[in-house]
């Protein structure tokens, strides 16, 4: 038997599931709002799923919006949930791990794909595509589960990360600038841990 593709595991989460009932559906993206917010310039959301964070930032006035995700039905309900607007947005269907940016970006946005990945070779392969994507001086704004997060979601294993062990993930790219922790509220009520970070983009 054939192992499921990421893209099939996503495309099934948000096909046969309301994205209003996983467990990291926000009605507001508070702290990602906040934190992209204090960057100016081009974002890319990396694992944007069908997260309000775009409609955020539309009605905040920014462009030269990207959203990445390497799930069809994801992308296709927030281009139907954002209207005309999603003409505002480039859509790009794609896996983190092999994508290709073809530019480079002012803010790197990433709510809960990193710590999916559990294999430090491919947390390298991560780094190396954001390395790659963000300008010098550009940030990364990284959200993932905290040492005290589950070990699991959705199915798939999960990593916990403290600030100072992404901050020695990214380092030979990027310098740790800001940190906190958010305790996210599940739709059924349960708490999970985040780690937030925002990584200053180095010239290296």
């Known amino acids: 038997m054939t192992a499921e593709s990421p893209r099939e595991h996503w495309d099934a989460v948000y096909g046969n599931k309301d994205s209003r009932e996983v467990s ?7 702290v990602s709002a906040r934190l992209v917010g204090g960057q100016p310039g081009s974002v890319v959301d990396v694992g944007a799923g069908a997260s309000v964070l775009v409609d955020e930032l539309l009605a905040a006035g ?5 959203l990445l995700d390497v799930s069809r039905a ?39 794909v990193f710590h999916f990945l559990t294999d430090p070779v491919r947390q390298q392969q991560y780094v190396a595509t954001a390395a ?23 199915g798939l294993p999960t990593a ?43 010239s290296a």
């Open 24 to 30: 990291w559906f926000q009605p507001s993206a508070d």
């Open 62 to 66: 920014r462009s030269d919006l990207t």
């Open 74 to 112: 994801a992308l296709a309900e927030t281009r139907r949930r954002l209207g005309t607007r999603a003409d505002e947005v480039a859509f790009v269907v794609g896996d983190v791990l092999d994508w290709d940016p073809g530019r480079t970006y002012d803010c790197w946005h990433d709510r809960a």
């Open 132 to 154: 790659r994507a963000v300008r010098p001086g550009g940030a990364l704004v990284l959200g993932t589960f905290g040492p005290d997060g589950p070990t699991s979601c959705s």
């Open 160 to 202: 916990r990360w403290a600030p100072e062990e992404l901050a020695a993930v990214f380092a030979e790219h990027a310098s740790l600038e800001h940190a906190e922790t958010e305790v996210h509220r599940t739709p059924w009520g349960s708490e999970q841990q985040f780690t937030w970070v925002v990584l200053r983009r180095t």
